[in-house]
């Protein structure tokens, strides 16, 4: 059974290096999205997508952060010129569209930006 | 706006003794509700998920919650807790067109022998 992976599981980089992280979603699973969550907090949804087409974008989301879905199956998220408010574990989640309240998380990607 | 408070950030609880989490919602459309569980080190995954009909619902690993619609509340128990339910609880909502979670700061329960 072959769940949401992410890759790496663990980043630290330097203040104002760029970073991007992977995410492999369940193979037959048309939503991706990305979560953040920093200590203490639940998750904040970040962004989401219906196949490859990024369908919703948080007010979060900065004009650093971009993501993609090109073939409609991987995610990658890339963080510009990171900063240290950044640091966070980022979660990448799919889900199906019918059916779609049951999400599926990967075990996120935890950024420490020094 | 949709959101959910969680109204204790940490609950110690002793083995075998009955536990509830506290959750309530505040929205002025239809509501769906759920309880994510994330186990150390582990991703987040669904214990239990109220969209419609009968109000008390069950999930996996012995849990259940009631929605209950006049006090906006949709609390987590457990009659018997085991040490392997020490983890990170969140209550969560979902808006309309199954679009995106919102999640609540979440609540650790602490099962200690």
């Known amino acids: 059974d072959t769940g949401v992976s992410q890759d790496p599981r663990h980043k630290i980089t330097k203040r104002g290096q760029n970073v991007t992280f992977r995410c492999d979603p369940i193979?037959?699973?048309?939503?991706l999205y990305w979560y953040r969550q920093t200590l203490g907090q639940g998750p904040e949804f970040l962004t989401y997508?219906?196949?490859?087409?990024?369908?919703?974008k948080s007010r979060l989301l900065s004009d650093r952060f971009s993501a993609e879905r090109p073939k409609g199956s991987f995610s990658t998220l890339e963080i510009q010129r990171t900063e240290q408010g950044d640091s966070a574990m980022y979660l990448c989640?799919?889900?199906?569209?019918?059916?779609?309240?049951?999400?599926?998380f990967g075990s996120g990607t935890q950024l420490s930006v020094l | 706006a949709q959101s959910v408070t969680q109204l204790d950030s940490q609950v110690p609880v002793f083995e075998e003794a009955p536990v509830e989490l506290r959750c309530n919602y505040s929205?002025?459309?239809?509501?769906?509700l759920f309880w994510y569980v994330q186990y150390p080190n582990q991703g987040l995954q669904l214990l239990l998920k109220?969209?419609?009909?009968?109000?008390l619902v069950k999930g996996i690993n012995g849990f259940e919650a009631e929605f209950n619609k006049s006090q906006t509340s949709f609390h987590l128990r457990k009659p018997s807790v085991h040490i392997s339910d020490t983890a990170e609880y969140f209550c969560?909502?979902?808006?309309?067109?199954?679009?995106?979670?919102?999640f609540g700061t979440g609540t650790r329960l602490l099962v200690s022998p």
């Open positions: 193979s037959e699973h048309n939503r």
């Open positions: 969560v909502s979902l808006n309309t067109g199954f679009q995106k979670l919102v």
């Open positions: 929205s002025s459309v239809s509501v769906y």
């Open positions: 997508f219906q196949n490859e087409a990024q369908l919703e």
């Open positions: 989640a799919s889900s199906l569209a019918v059916g779609g309240e049951k999400l599926f």
């Open positions: 109220y969209l419609s009909g009968s109000t």
